[in-house]
């Protein structure tokens, strides 16, 4: 079974609250997305590998360490996960950004794919799905579904907020796949929305209803 890790970091359950809180506009909503999501950034990369460099500092030779092996390739789930990108992007701009767009059909409630574009190099990469919201699981087993169908093994989920269910389905789907989380909230209501969770996401991203 793949890690299941919630970052209990004080800042990142900071800034949690106010991206809750349903008076928080769009501007600072969007800021906050992406403090947070650069935050976990540092804790789902803790597991690079590193090589030893010779540097020479202004004083002396020195063996330091650098990332090696595997680039980083973020996949975002349109729409909401795209607010999230720029905070990973910040401390690692050598990544390689891929799409997978999906929609939920209206009668079988199941995720479509309709878009999806993705790094040439990415079954070289190690992949990071984002989305804001773990609810059912749908769409997170439909992007990592996308990315396996295309040779890719090395894949890690990324979200701020899920239900107990919606970790349920993705570990009984790819149980390869560590999850990496802001919080695990109560439960699912007849909706599908998170309970207490913070609303649509990406409608508080983009300031749409």
């Known amino acids: 079974m ?41 804790e789902i990369t803790r597991d690079l590998s590193l090589k030893t460099v010779e540097v020479q500092t202004p004083v002396a030779t020195a063996e330091c360490k650098v990332i090696s092996g595997r680039m980083l390739g973020l996949v ?20 390689k950004v891929g799409h997978v767009g ?4 209206p009668e079988t409630l199941q995720p479509v794919e309709y878009y999806v574009k993705l790094p040439t190099d990415v079954q070289q990469r ?15 087993n439909a992007a990592i579904e996308v990315l396996k169908k295309r040779d890719c093994t090395q894949i890690k989920l990324m979200c701020l907020i899920a239900s107990p269910e919606g970790v349920k389905a993705v570990q009984e789907a790819h149980p390869d796949v560590d999850i990496y989380l802001g919080a695990v909230d109560d439960y699912l209501n007849d909706h599908g929305y998170i309970i207490p969770g913070l609303g649509d996401a990406g409608d508080r991203l983009f300031g749409t209803k």
């Open 126 to 140: 190690e992949l990071i799905v984002i989305d804001p919201m773990l609810a059912t699981g749908g769409s997170a």
């Open 2 to 42: 793949g890690k299941l890790v919630v970052c209990d970091h004080p800042l990142i359950q900071h800034k949690l609250t106010y991206i809750r809180n349903e008076k928080t506009k769009t501007k600072d909503f969007r800021q906050l997305v992406d403090e947070v999501a650069m935050l976990m950034a540092y």
């Open 102 to 105: 999906l929609y939920r059909d």
């Open 76 to 95: 975002p789930i349109l729409r909401a996960g795209l607010g999230m990108v720029d905070g990973i992007l910040k401390l690692h701009p050598t990544a």
